[in-house]
């Protein structure tokens, strides 16, 4: 029995011994950073991402190194979303992030909250223009977002238009080349939210927190079936049935309802 536990116990030294030298061999030498960029400002913010988490990792053991540290470092950097973590031995560790486009600019008295597609806050900030292309992002008027640069946007009215605009992206490839602004009337008493599309035709949601995907995907369904004349103006009515089961979708001429 001595002899077993004598081997059992050299075995144990052995192997300890093996795994703190491989640690300490197995040190992080390089963090090489792969960033899709949109914008100009986007390659300079990944340059000095890179920077950081070679700081970050700077003698880490590649064994142990976790991407909760990247992710850190990431939050000094709201454009931004880490895409891939991986450890590629012995001593390099590669980071691919992604950046958030811009989409949405939800105006206030004091300046506007640049939105990505999913609501994340990018920036705030006095334009509407879109970082990447100059162009104008799809203005928000009527709403009062809330929330800090990094955060989820909240606000009566924010997040059933983000379901809205899942459904519409995914059938017209993108919002912000179809939406040419969005008018919030009255969301915190179940008014309607107005989607203004470039052709001229005007998408009216009425209780949008009602049947929300349903109306998104018939009202899309509606605006692709207009033909060229009836895009250029009228407008597309969202609402409910009277017991509130099912969705009814309408194009109008005018805006009587």
């Given at each position: ?154 606000g009566a009215g924010f997040n059933e238009l983000l379901k809205m605009c899942v459904i519409m992206s995914e059938k017209l490839n993108g919002v912000r080349s179809n939406i040419a602004n969005i008018v919030f009337d009255n969301v915190e008493e179940g008014g309607r939210i107005f989607l203004c599309m470039r052709e001229g ?57």
């Amino acid at each position: 029995m001595k002899k077993i536990i004598t081997i059992v116990l050299t075995v144990l030294v052995f192997l300890s011994a093996v795994f703190i030298g491989v640690s300490n061999v197995y040190r992080v030498d390089g963090v090489t950073v792969v960033a899709k960029t949109y914008s100009d400002e986007a390659k300079t913010e990944a340059t000095q991402m890179q920077k950081e988490l070679q700081e970050a990792y700077k003698g880490e053991s590649v064994l142990f190194a976790k991407e909760d540290l990247a992710l850190t470092v990431l939050e000094k950097y709201p454009y931004f979303r880490l895409t891939k973590f991986e450890k590629r031995y012995p001593d390099v560790l590669c980071v691919e992030a992604t950046e958030d486009a811009e989409v949405f600019a939800a105006q206030t008295e004091d300046g506007y909250y640049i939105l990505a597609q999913d609501g994340t806050i990018l920036d705030i900030r006095d334009d509407s223009n879109n970082r990447a292309d100059g162009e104008e992002n799809v203005v928000i008027t009527g709403g009062n977002p809330v929330g800090e640069i990094g955060d989820k946007v909240s606000g009566a009215g924010f997040n059933e238009l983000l379901k809205m605009c899942v459904i519409m992206s995914e059938k017209l490839n993108g919002v912000r080349s179809n939406i040419a602004n969005i008018v919030f009337d009255n969301v915190e008493e179940g008014g309607r939210i107005f989607l203004c599309m470039r052709e001229g035709v005007r998408i009216n949601v009425v209780h949008a927190h009602l049947l929300t995907e349903e109306k998104a995907r018939l009202f899309t369904e509606k605006y692709l079936a207009l033909n060229d004349e009836e895009r250029l103006t009228g407008f597309i009515h969202a609402t409910e049935s009277m017991d509130g089961t099912s969705a009814l979708i309408t194009y109008r001429a005018n805006d009587l309802i």
